[in-house]
């Protein structure tokens, strides 16, 4: 098997590209050169040689050395201008941005194909858990049932400080901010976009299944207080922010919401910035795979393996997408069984297909209810910021 | 691509054979269908259809049609006849004998290459944990430091229910047994040779070494006692029969020994029959699998996807083998931090290279010290069944 030597292009030198940089010159069996870095601020000191640096993007994009072009940037559009430009000039591309690949999947699919390059993005899920070549080629046949799990890390070091050290949010997020582990806006984490991003991923290499990131409900942390933290201490539960897609037939569902985990419960030790990964197969039983999700060195680490497996011409098969049952669907009428913490009157009871517990207190009130989560999910009392949902596992 | 439709020939019908026969009967996607089945006893009651089976090896291994044969029997040697057999007449084999892999691997692999057939065995180590594909696939690079973990079901069960429920090693072996969590003859679990076998087949996978089993050490769980127990949960460890392998430069070493390990450690969660696997690499710190490492859909989930590979004509490449440093070599010089019990005088104090702790006192006494693997391994105190000896991690 002969092994191809590629001349890298890297658009970002944040920490992930810099330990990508440091790697690079360690790995002596990964046959990769980086040829040019483009960035934003060309006057930024950098640790490395200043030849390396250009704010030219096309001395990247238009070098015919250049056959492989990493992706590091934030910014999900500009991202997808370089990708396409890229594979259009045909070079494989790696990437890391769940954002752009949730919703421009079809079109990069598209200009994999027509442009005949490779296209890889393991480090935009979960970081260094191999989770999407897992699927891609060892889960490859339609056994699997459900991938579910913890795909953010600055959120899971966020409520595992609050759980473990009983620490209230608004405090917990600042010390994360401060750390670099949550983002100035923390929106995309504390939401759960960032992991239902992840989960539109893991949704087309698990099942084959295309979807837009604004048909599956997401709902976040950042509404979690004292009251429910108390109630997770006194049933000894950990809260983390799940997100899960099932198959049953030809139906999918999928969500991110905070969910209550029992101790016992293997995710329940997945804590931190460690991300973990759930898999039922119909055979396998459960298989659970944990590492860092965030970080320069474990994203650097999936980033340098997919370069490593294009030195082998590697490219993802979309098995499951190239056979699905073209009746595969998502679906939202899934019942799921749900805390909410309210404090005056609850608006909809109606909403719930029933009622479980009911608690009223001076402190607080919930109810533990069952409902579908279609309703859940265009319900116009779920907007309240002084109603809290946390799901059942 | 194409898929090719495999026409499969098995050997040995038990729990697992039972298993992928059913879930072979539910993948669609699969395309396998088995043709027959090669038992010894015609006479027991079988669950299927009397027209599967045969006694006679030969209707598998010399019908033109089978192109797959899947060997699930017990015998090493038997085994190997079998699996050479069918590769010689060009089929293609998956197989679940890590006894038969770890001790002819060099053999194996001439004649998967002198016919050119592809010979998988995934659920050989670990069973459910598709840690052979990952070390294939994903950790393709010279970057990987270490693999270690617990790859014995039936010893974690046991040793989960000595420290978990404090019960002593004798009755719980007593209970593994009824339950068949643990052979009638024990010695190749307890002893910690099974997982020995396997950390042969990783050391392949993971550094590209071939190995003879004789050359590693292992020390089993058989001589842990109540005095031991106390000593672990006095300063809260588990204990955990621990394989594990380690690369620094042109040096491997490997062993497997009962380990205390501390509560905090992931494989401290890793209880019963599931097994653990900790990859480490240089760059994308620890990678922890965990999943069922025993029983009957575990491992014919295993056999499935290597069913399911081939479909795909997928080969173990052995890149780490064809690009092995000539100079790579297994060494025993490495230093170990241990804890020895023993009843009455200790007799080789000087074998230590330091002695951290001693304690000494009517009902037991141990002391914890450095040694080198070698020294350890070639000492005959540790023949001896009075004293007992666990890592500290």
Known sequence: ???????????????????????????GSVEANIKKICIKHADKPRPID????????????????????????????????????????????????????????????????????????????CASIPIIRNLEEYYDNDLLTSVSGIFNGSTNFILTKMIDENISYPIVLKEAQEKGFAETDPTLDVEGIDPKYKLCIILFHAFGLITR????????????????????????????????????????????????????????????????VVLESAFSENQLMIGKGAGDKPTGSAVLSDISALTYDYKYENKKYSHVDKNLKLVNHGEYKVYVRYSDEFPAFDDFISIEEKYISPNGNYFIGRISLDKLANSSWI???????????
């Open 50 to 125: 200043k030849k390396y640096f250009t704010t030219d993007k096309d001395e990247l994009l238009k070098d015919p050395e250049i056959n492989v072009i990493v992706e590091l940037i934030d910014d999900a559009d500009a991202a997808f201008e370089i990708v396409s430009e890229a594979m259009k000039n045909g070079k494989s591309v790696v990437s890391a941005n769940k954002k752009m690949i949730a919703e421009r999947l079809p079109e990069l699919l598209d200009l994999e194909k027509k442009y005949q390059v490779s296209f890889l993005y393991e480090a935009s899920v």
């Open 213 to 276: 990131p604004e048909d599956i409900f997401n709902f976040g942390i950042s509404r979690i207080n004292d009251f429910d933290l108390r109630f997770a201490q006194q049933r000894n539960f950990a809260i983390k922010l799940i997100a899960k897609c099932n198959k049953n037939g030809n139906e999918i569902t999928g969500f991110c919401a905070p969910t209550f985990i029992e101790k016992e419960d293997p995710l329940a030790h997945v804590k931190y910035e460690y991300n973990g």
């Open 1 to 27: 098997m002969t092994k191809n030597k590629l001349k890298l292009g890297i658009f970002g030198f944040g920490c992930v590209g810099t330990g990508l940089y440091k790697v690079l010159e360690e790995a």
């Open 383 to 393: 907007k309240n910021k002084d109603i809290n949902v946390i799901f059942s596992c």
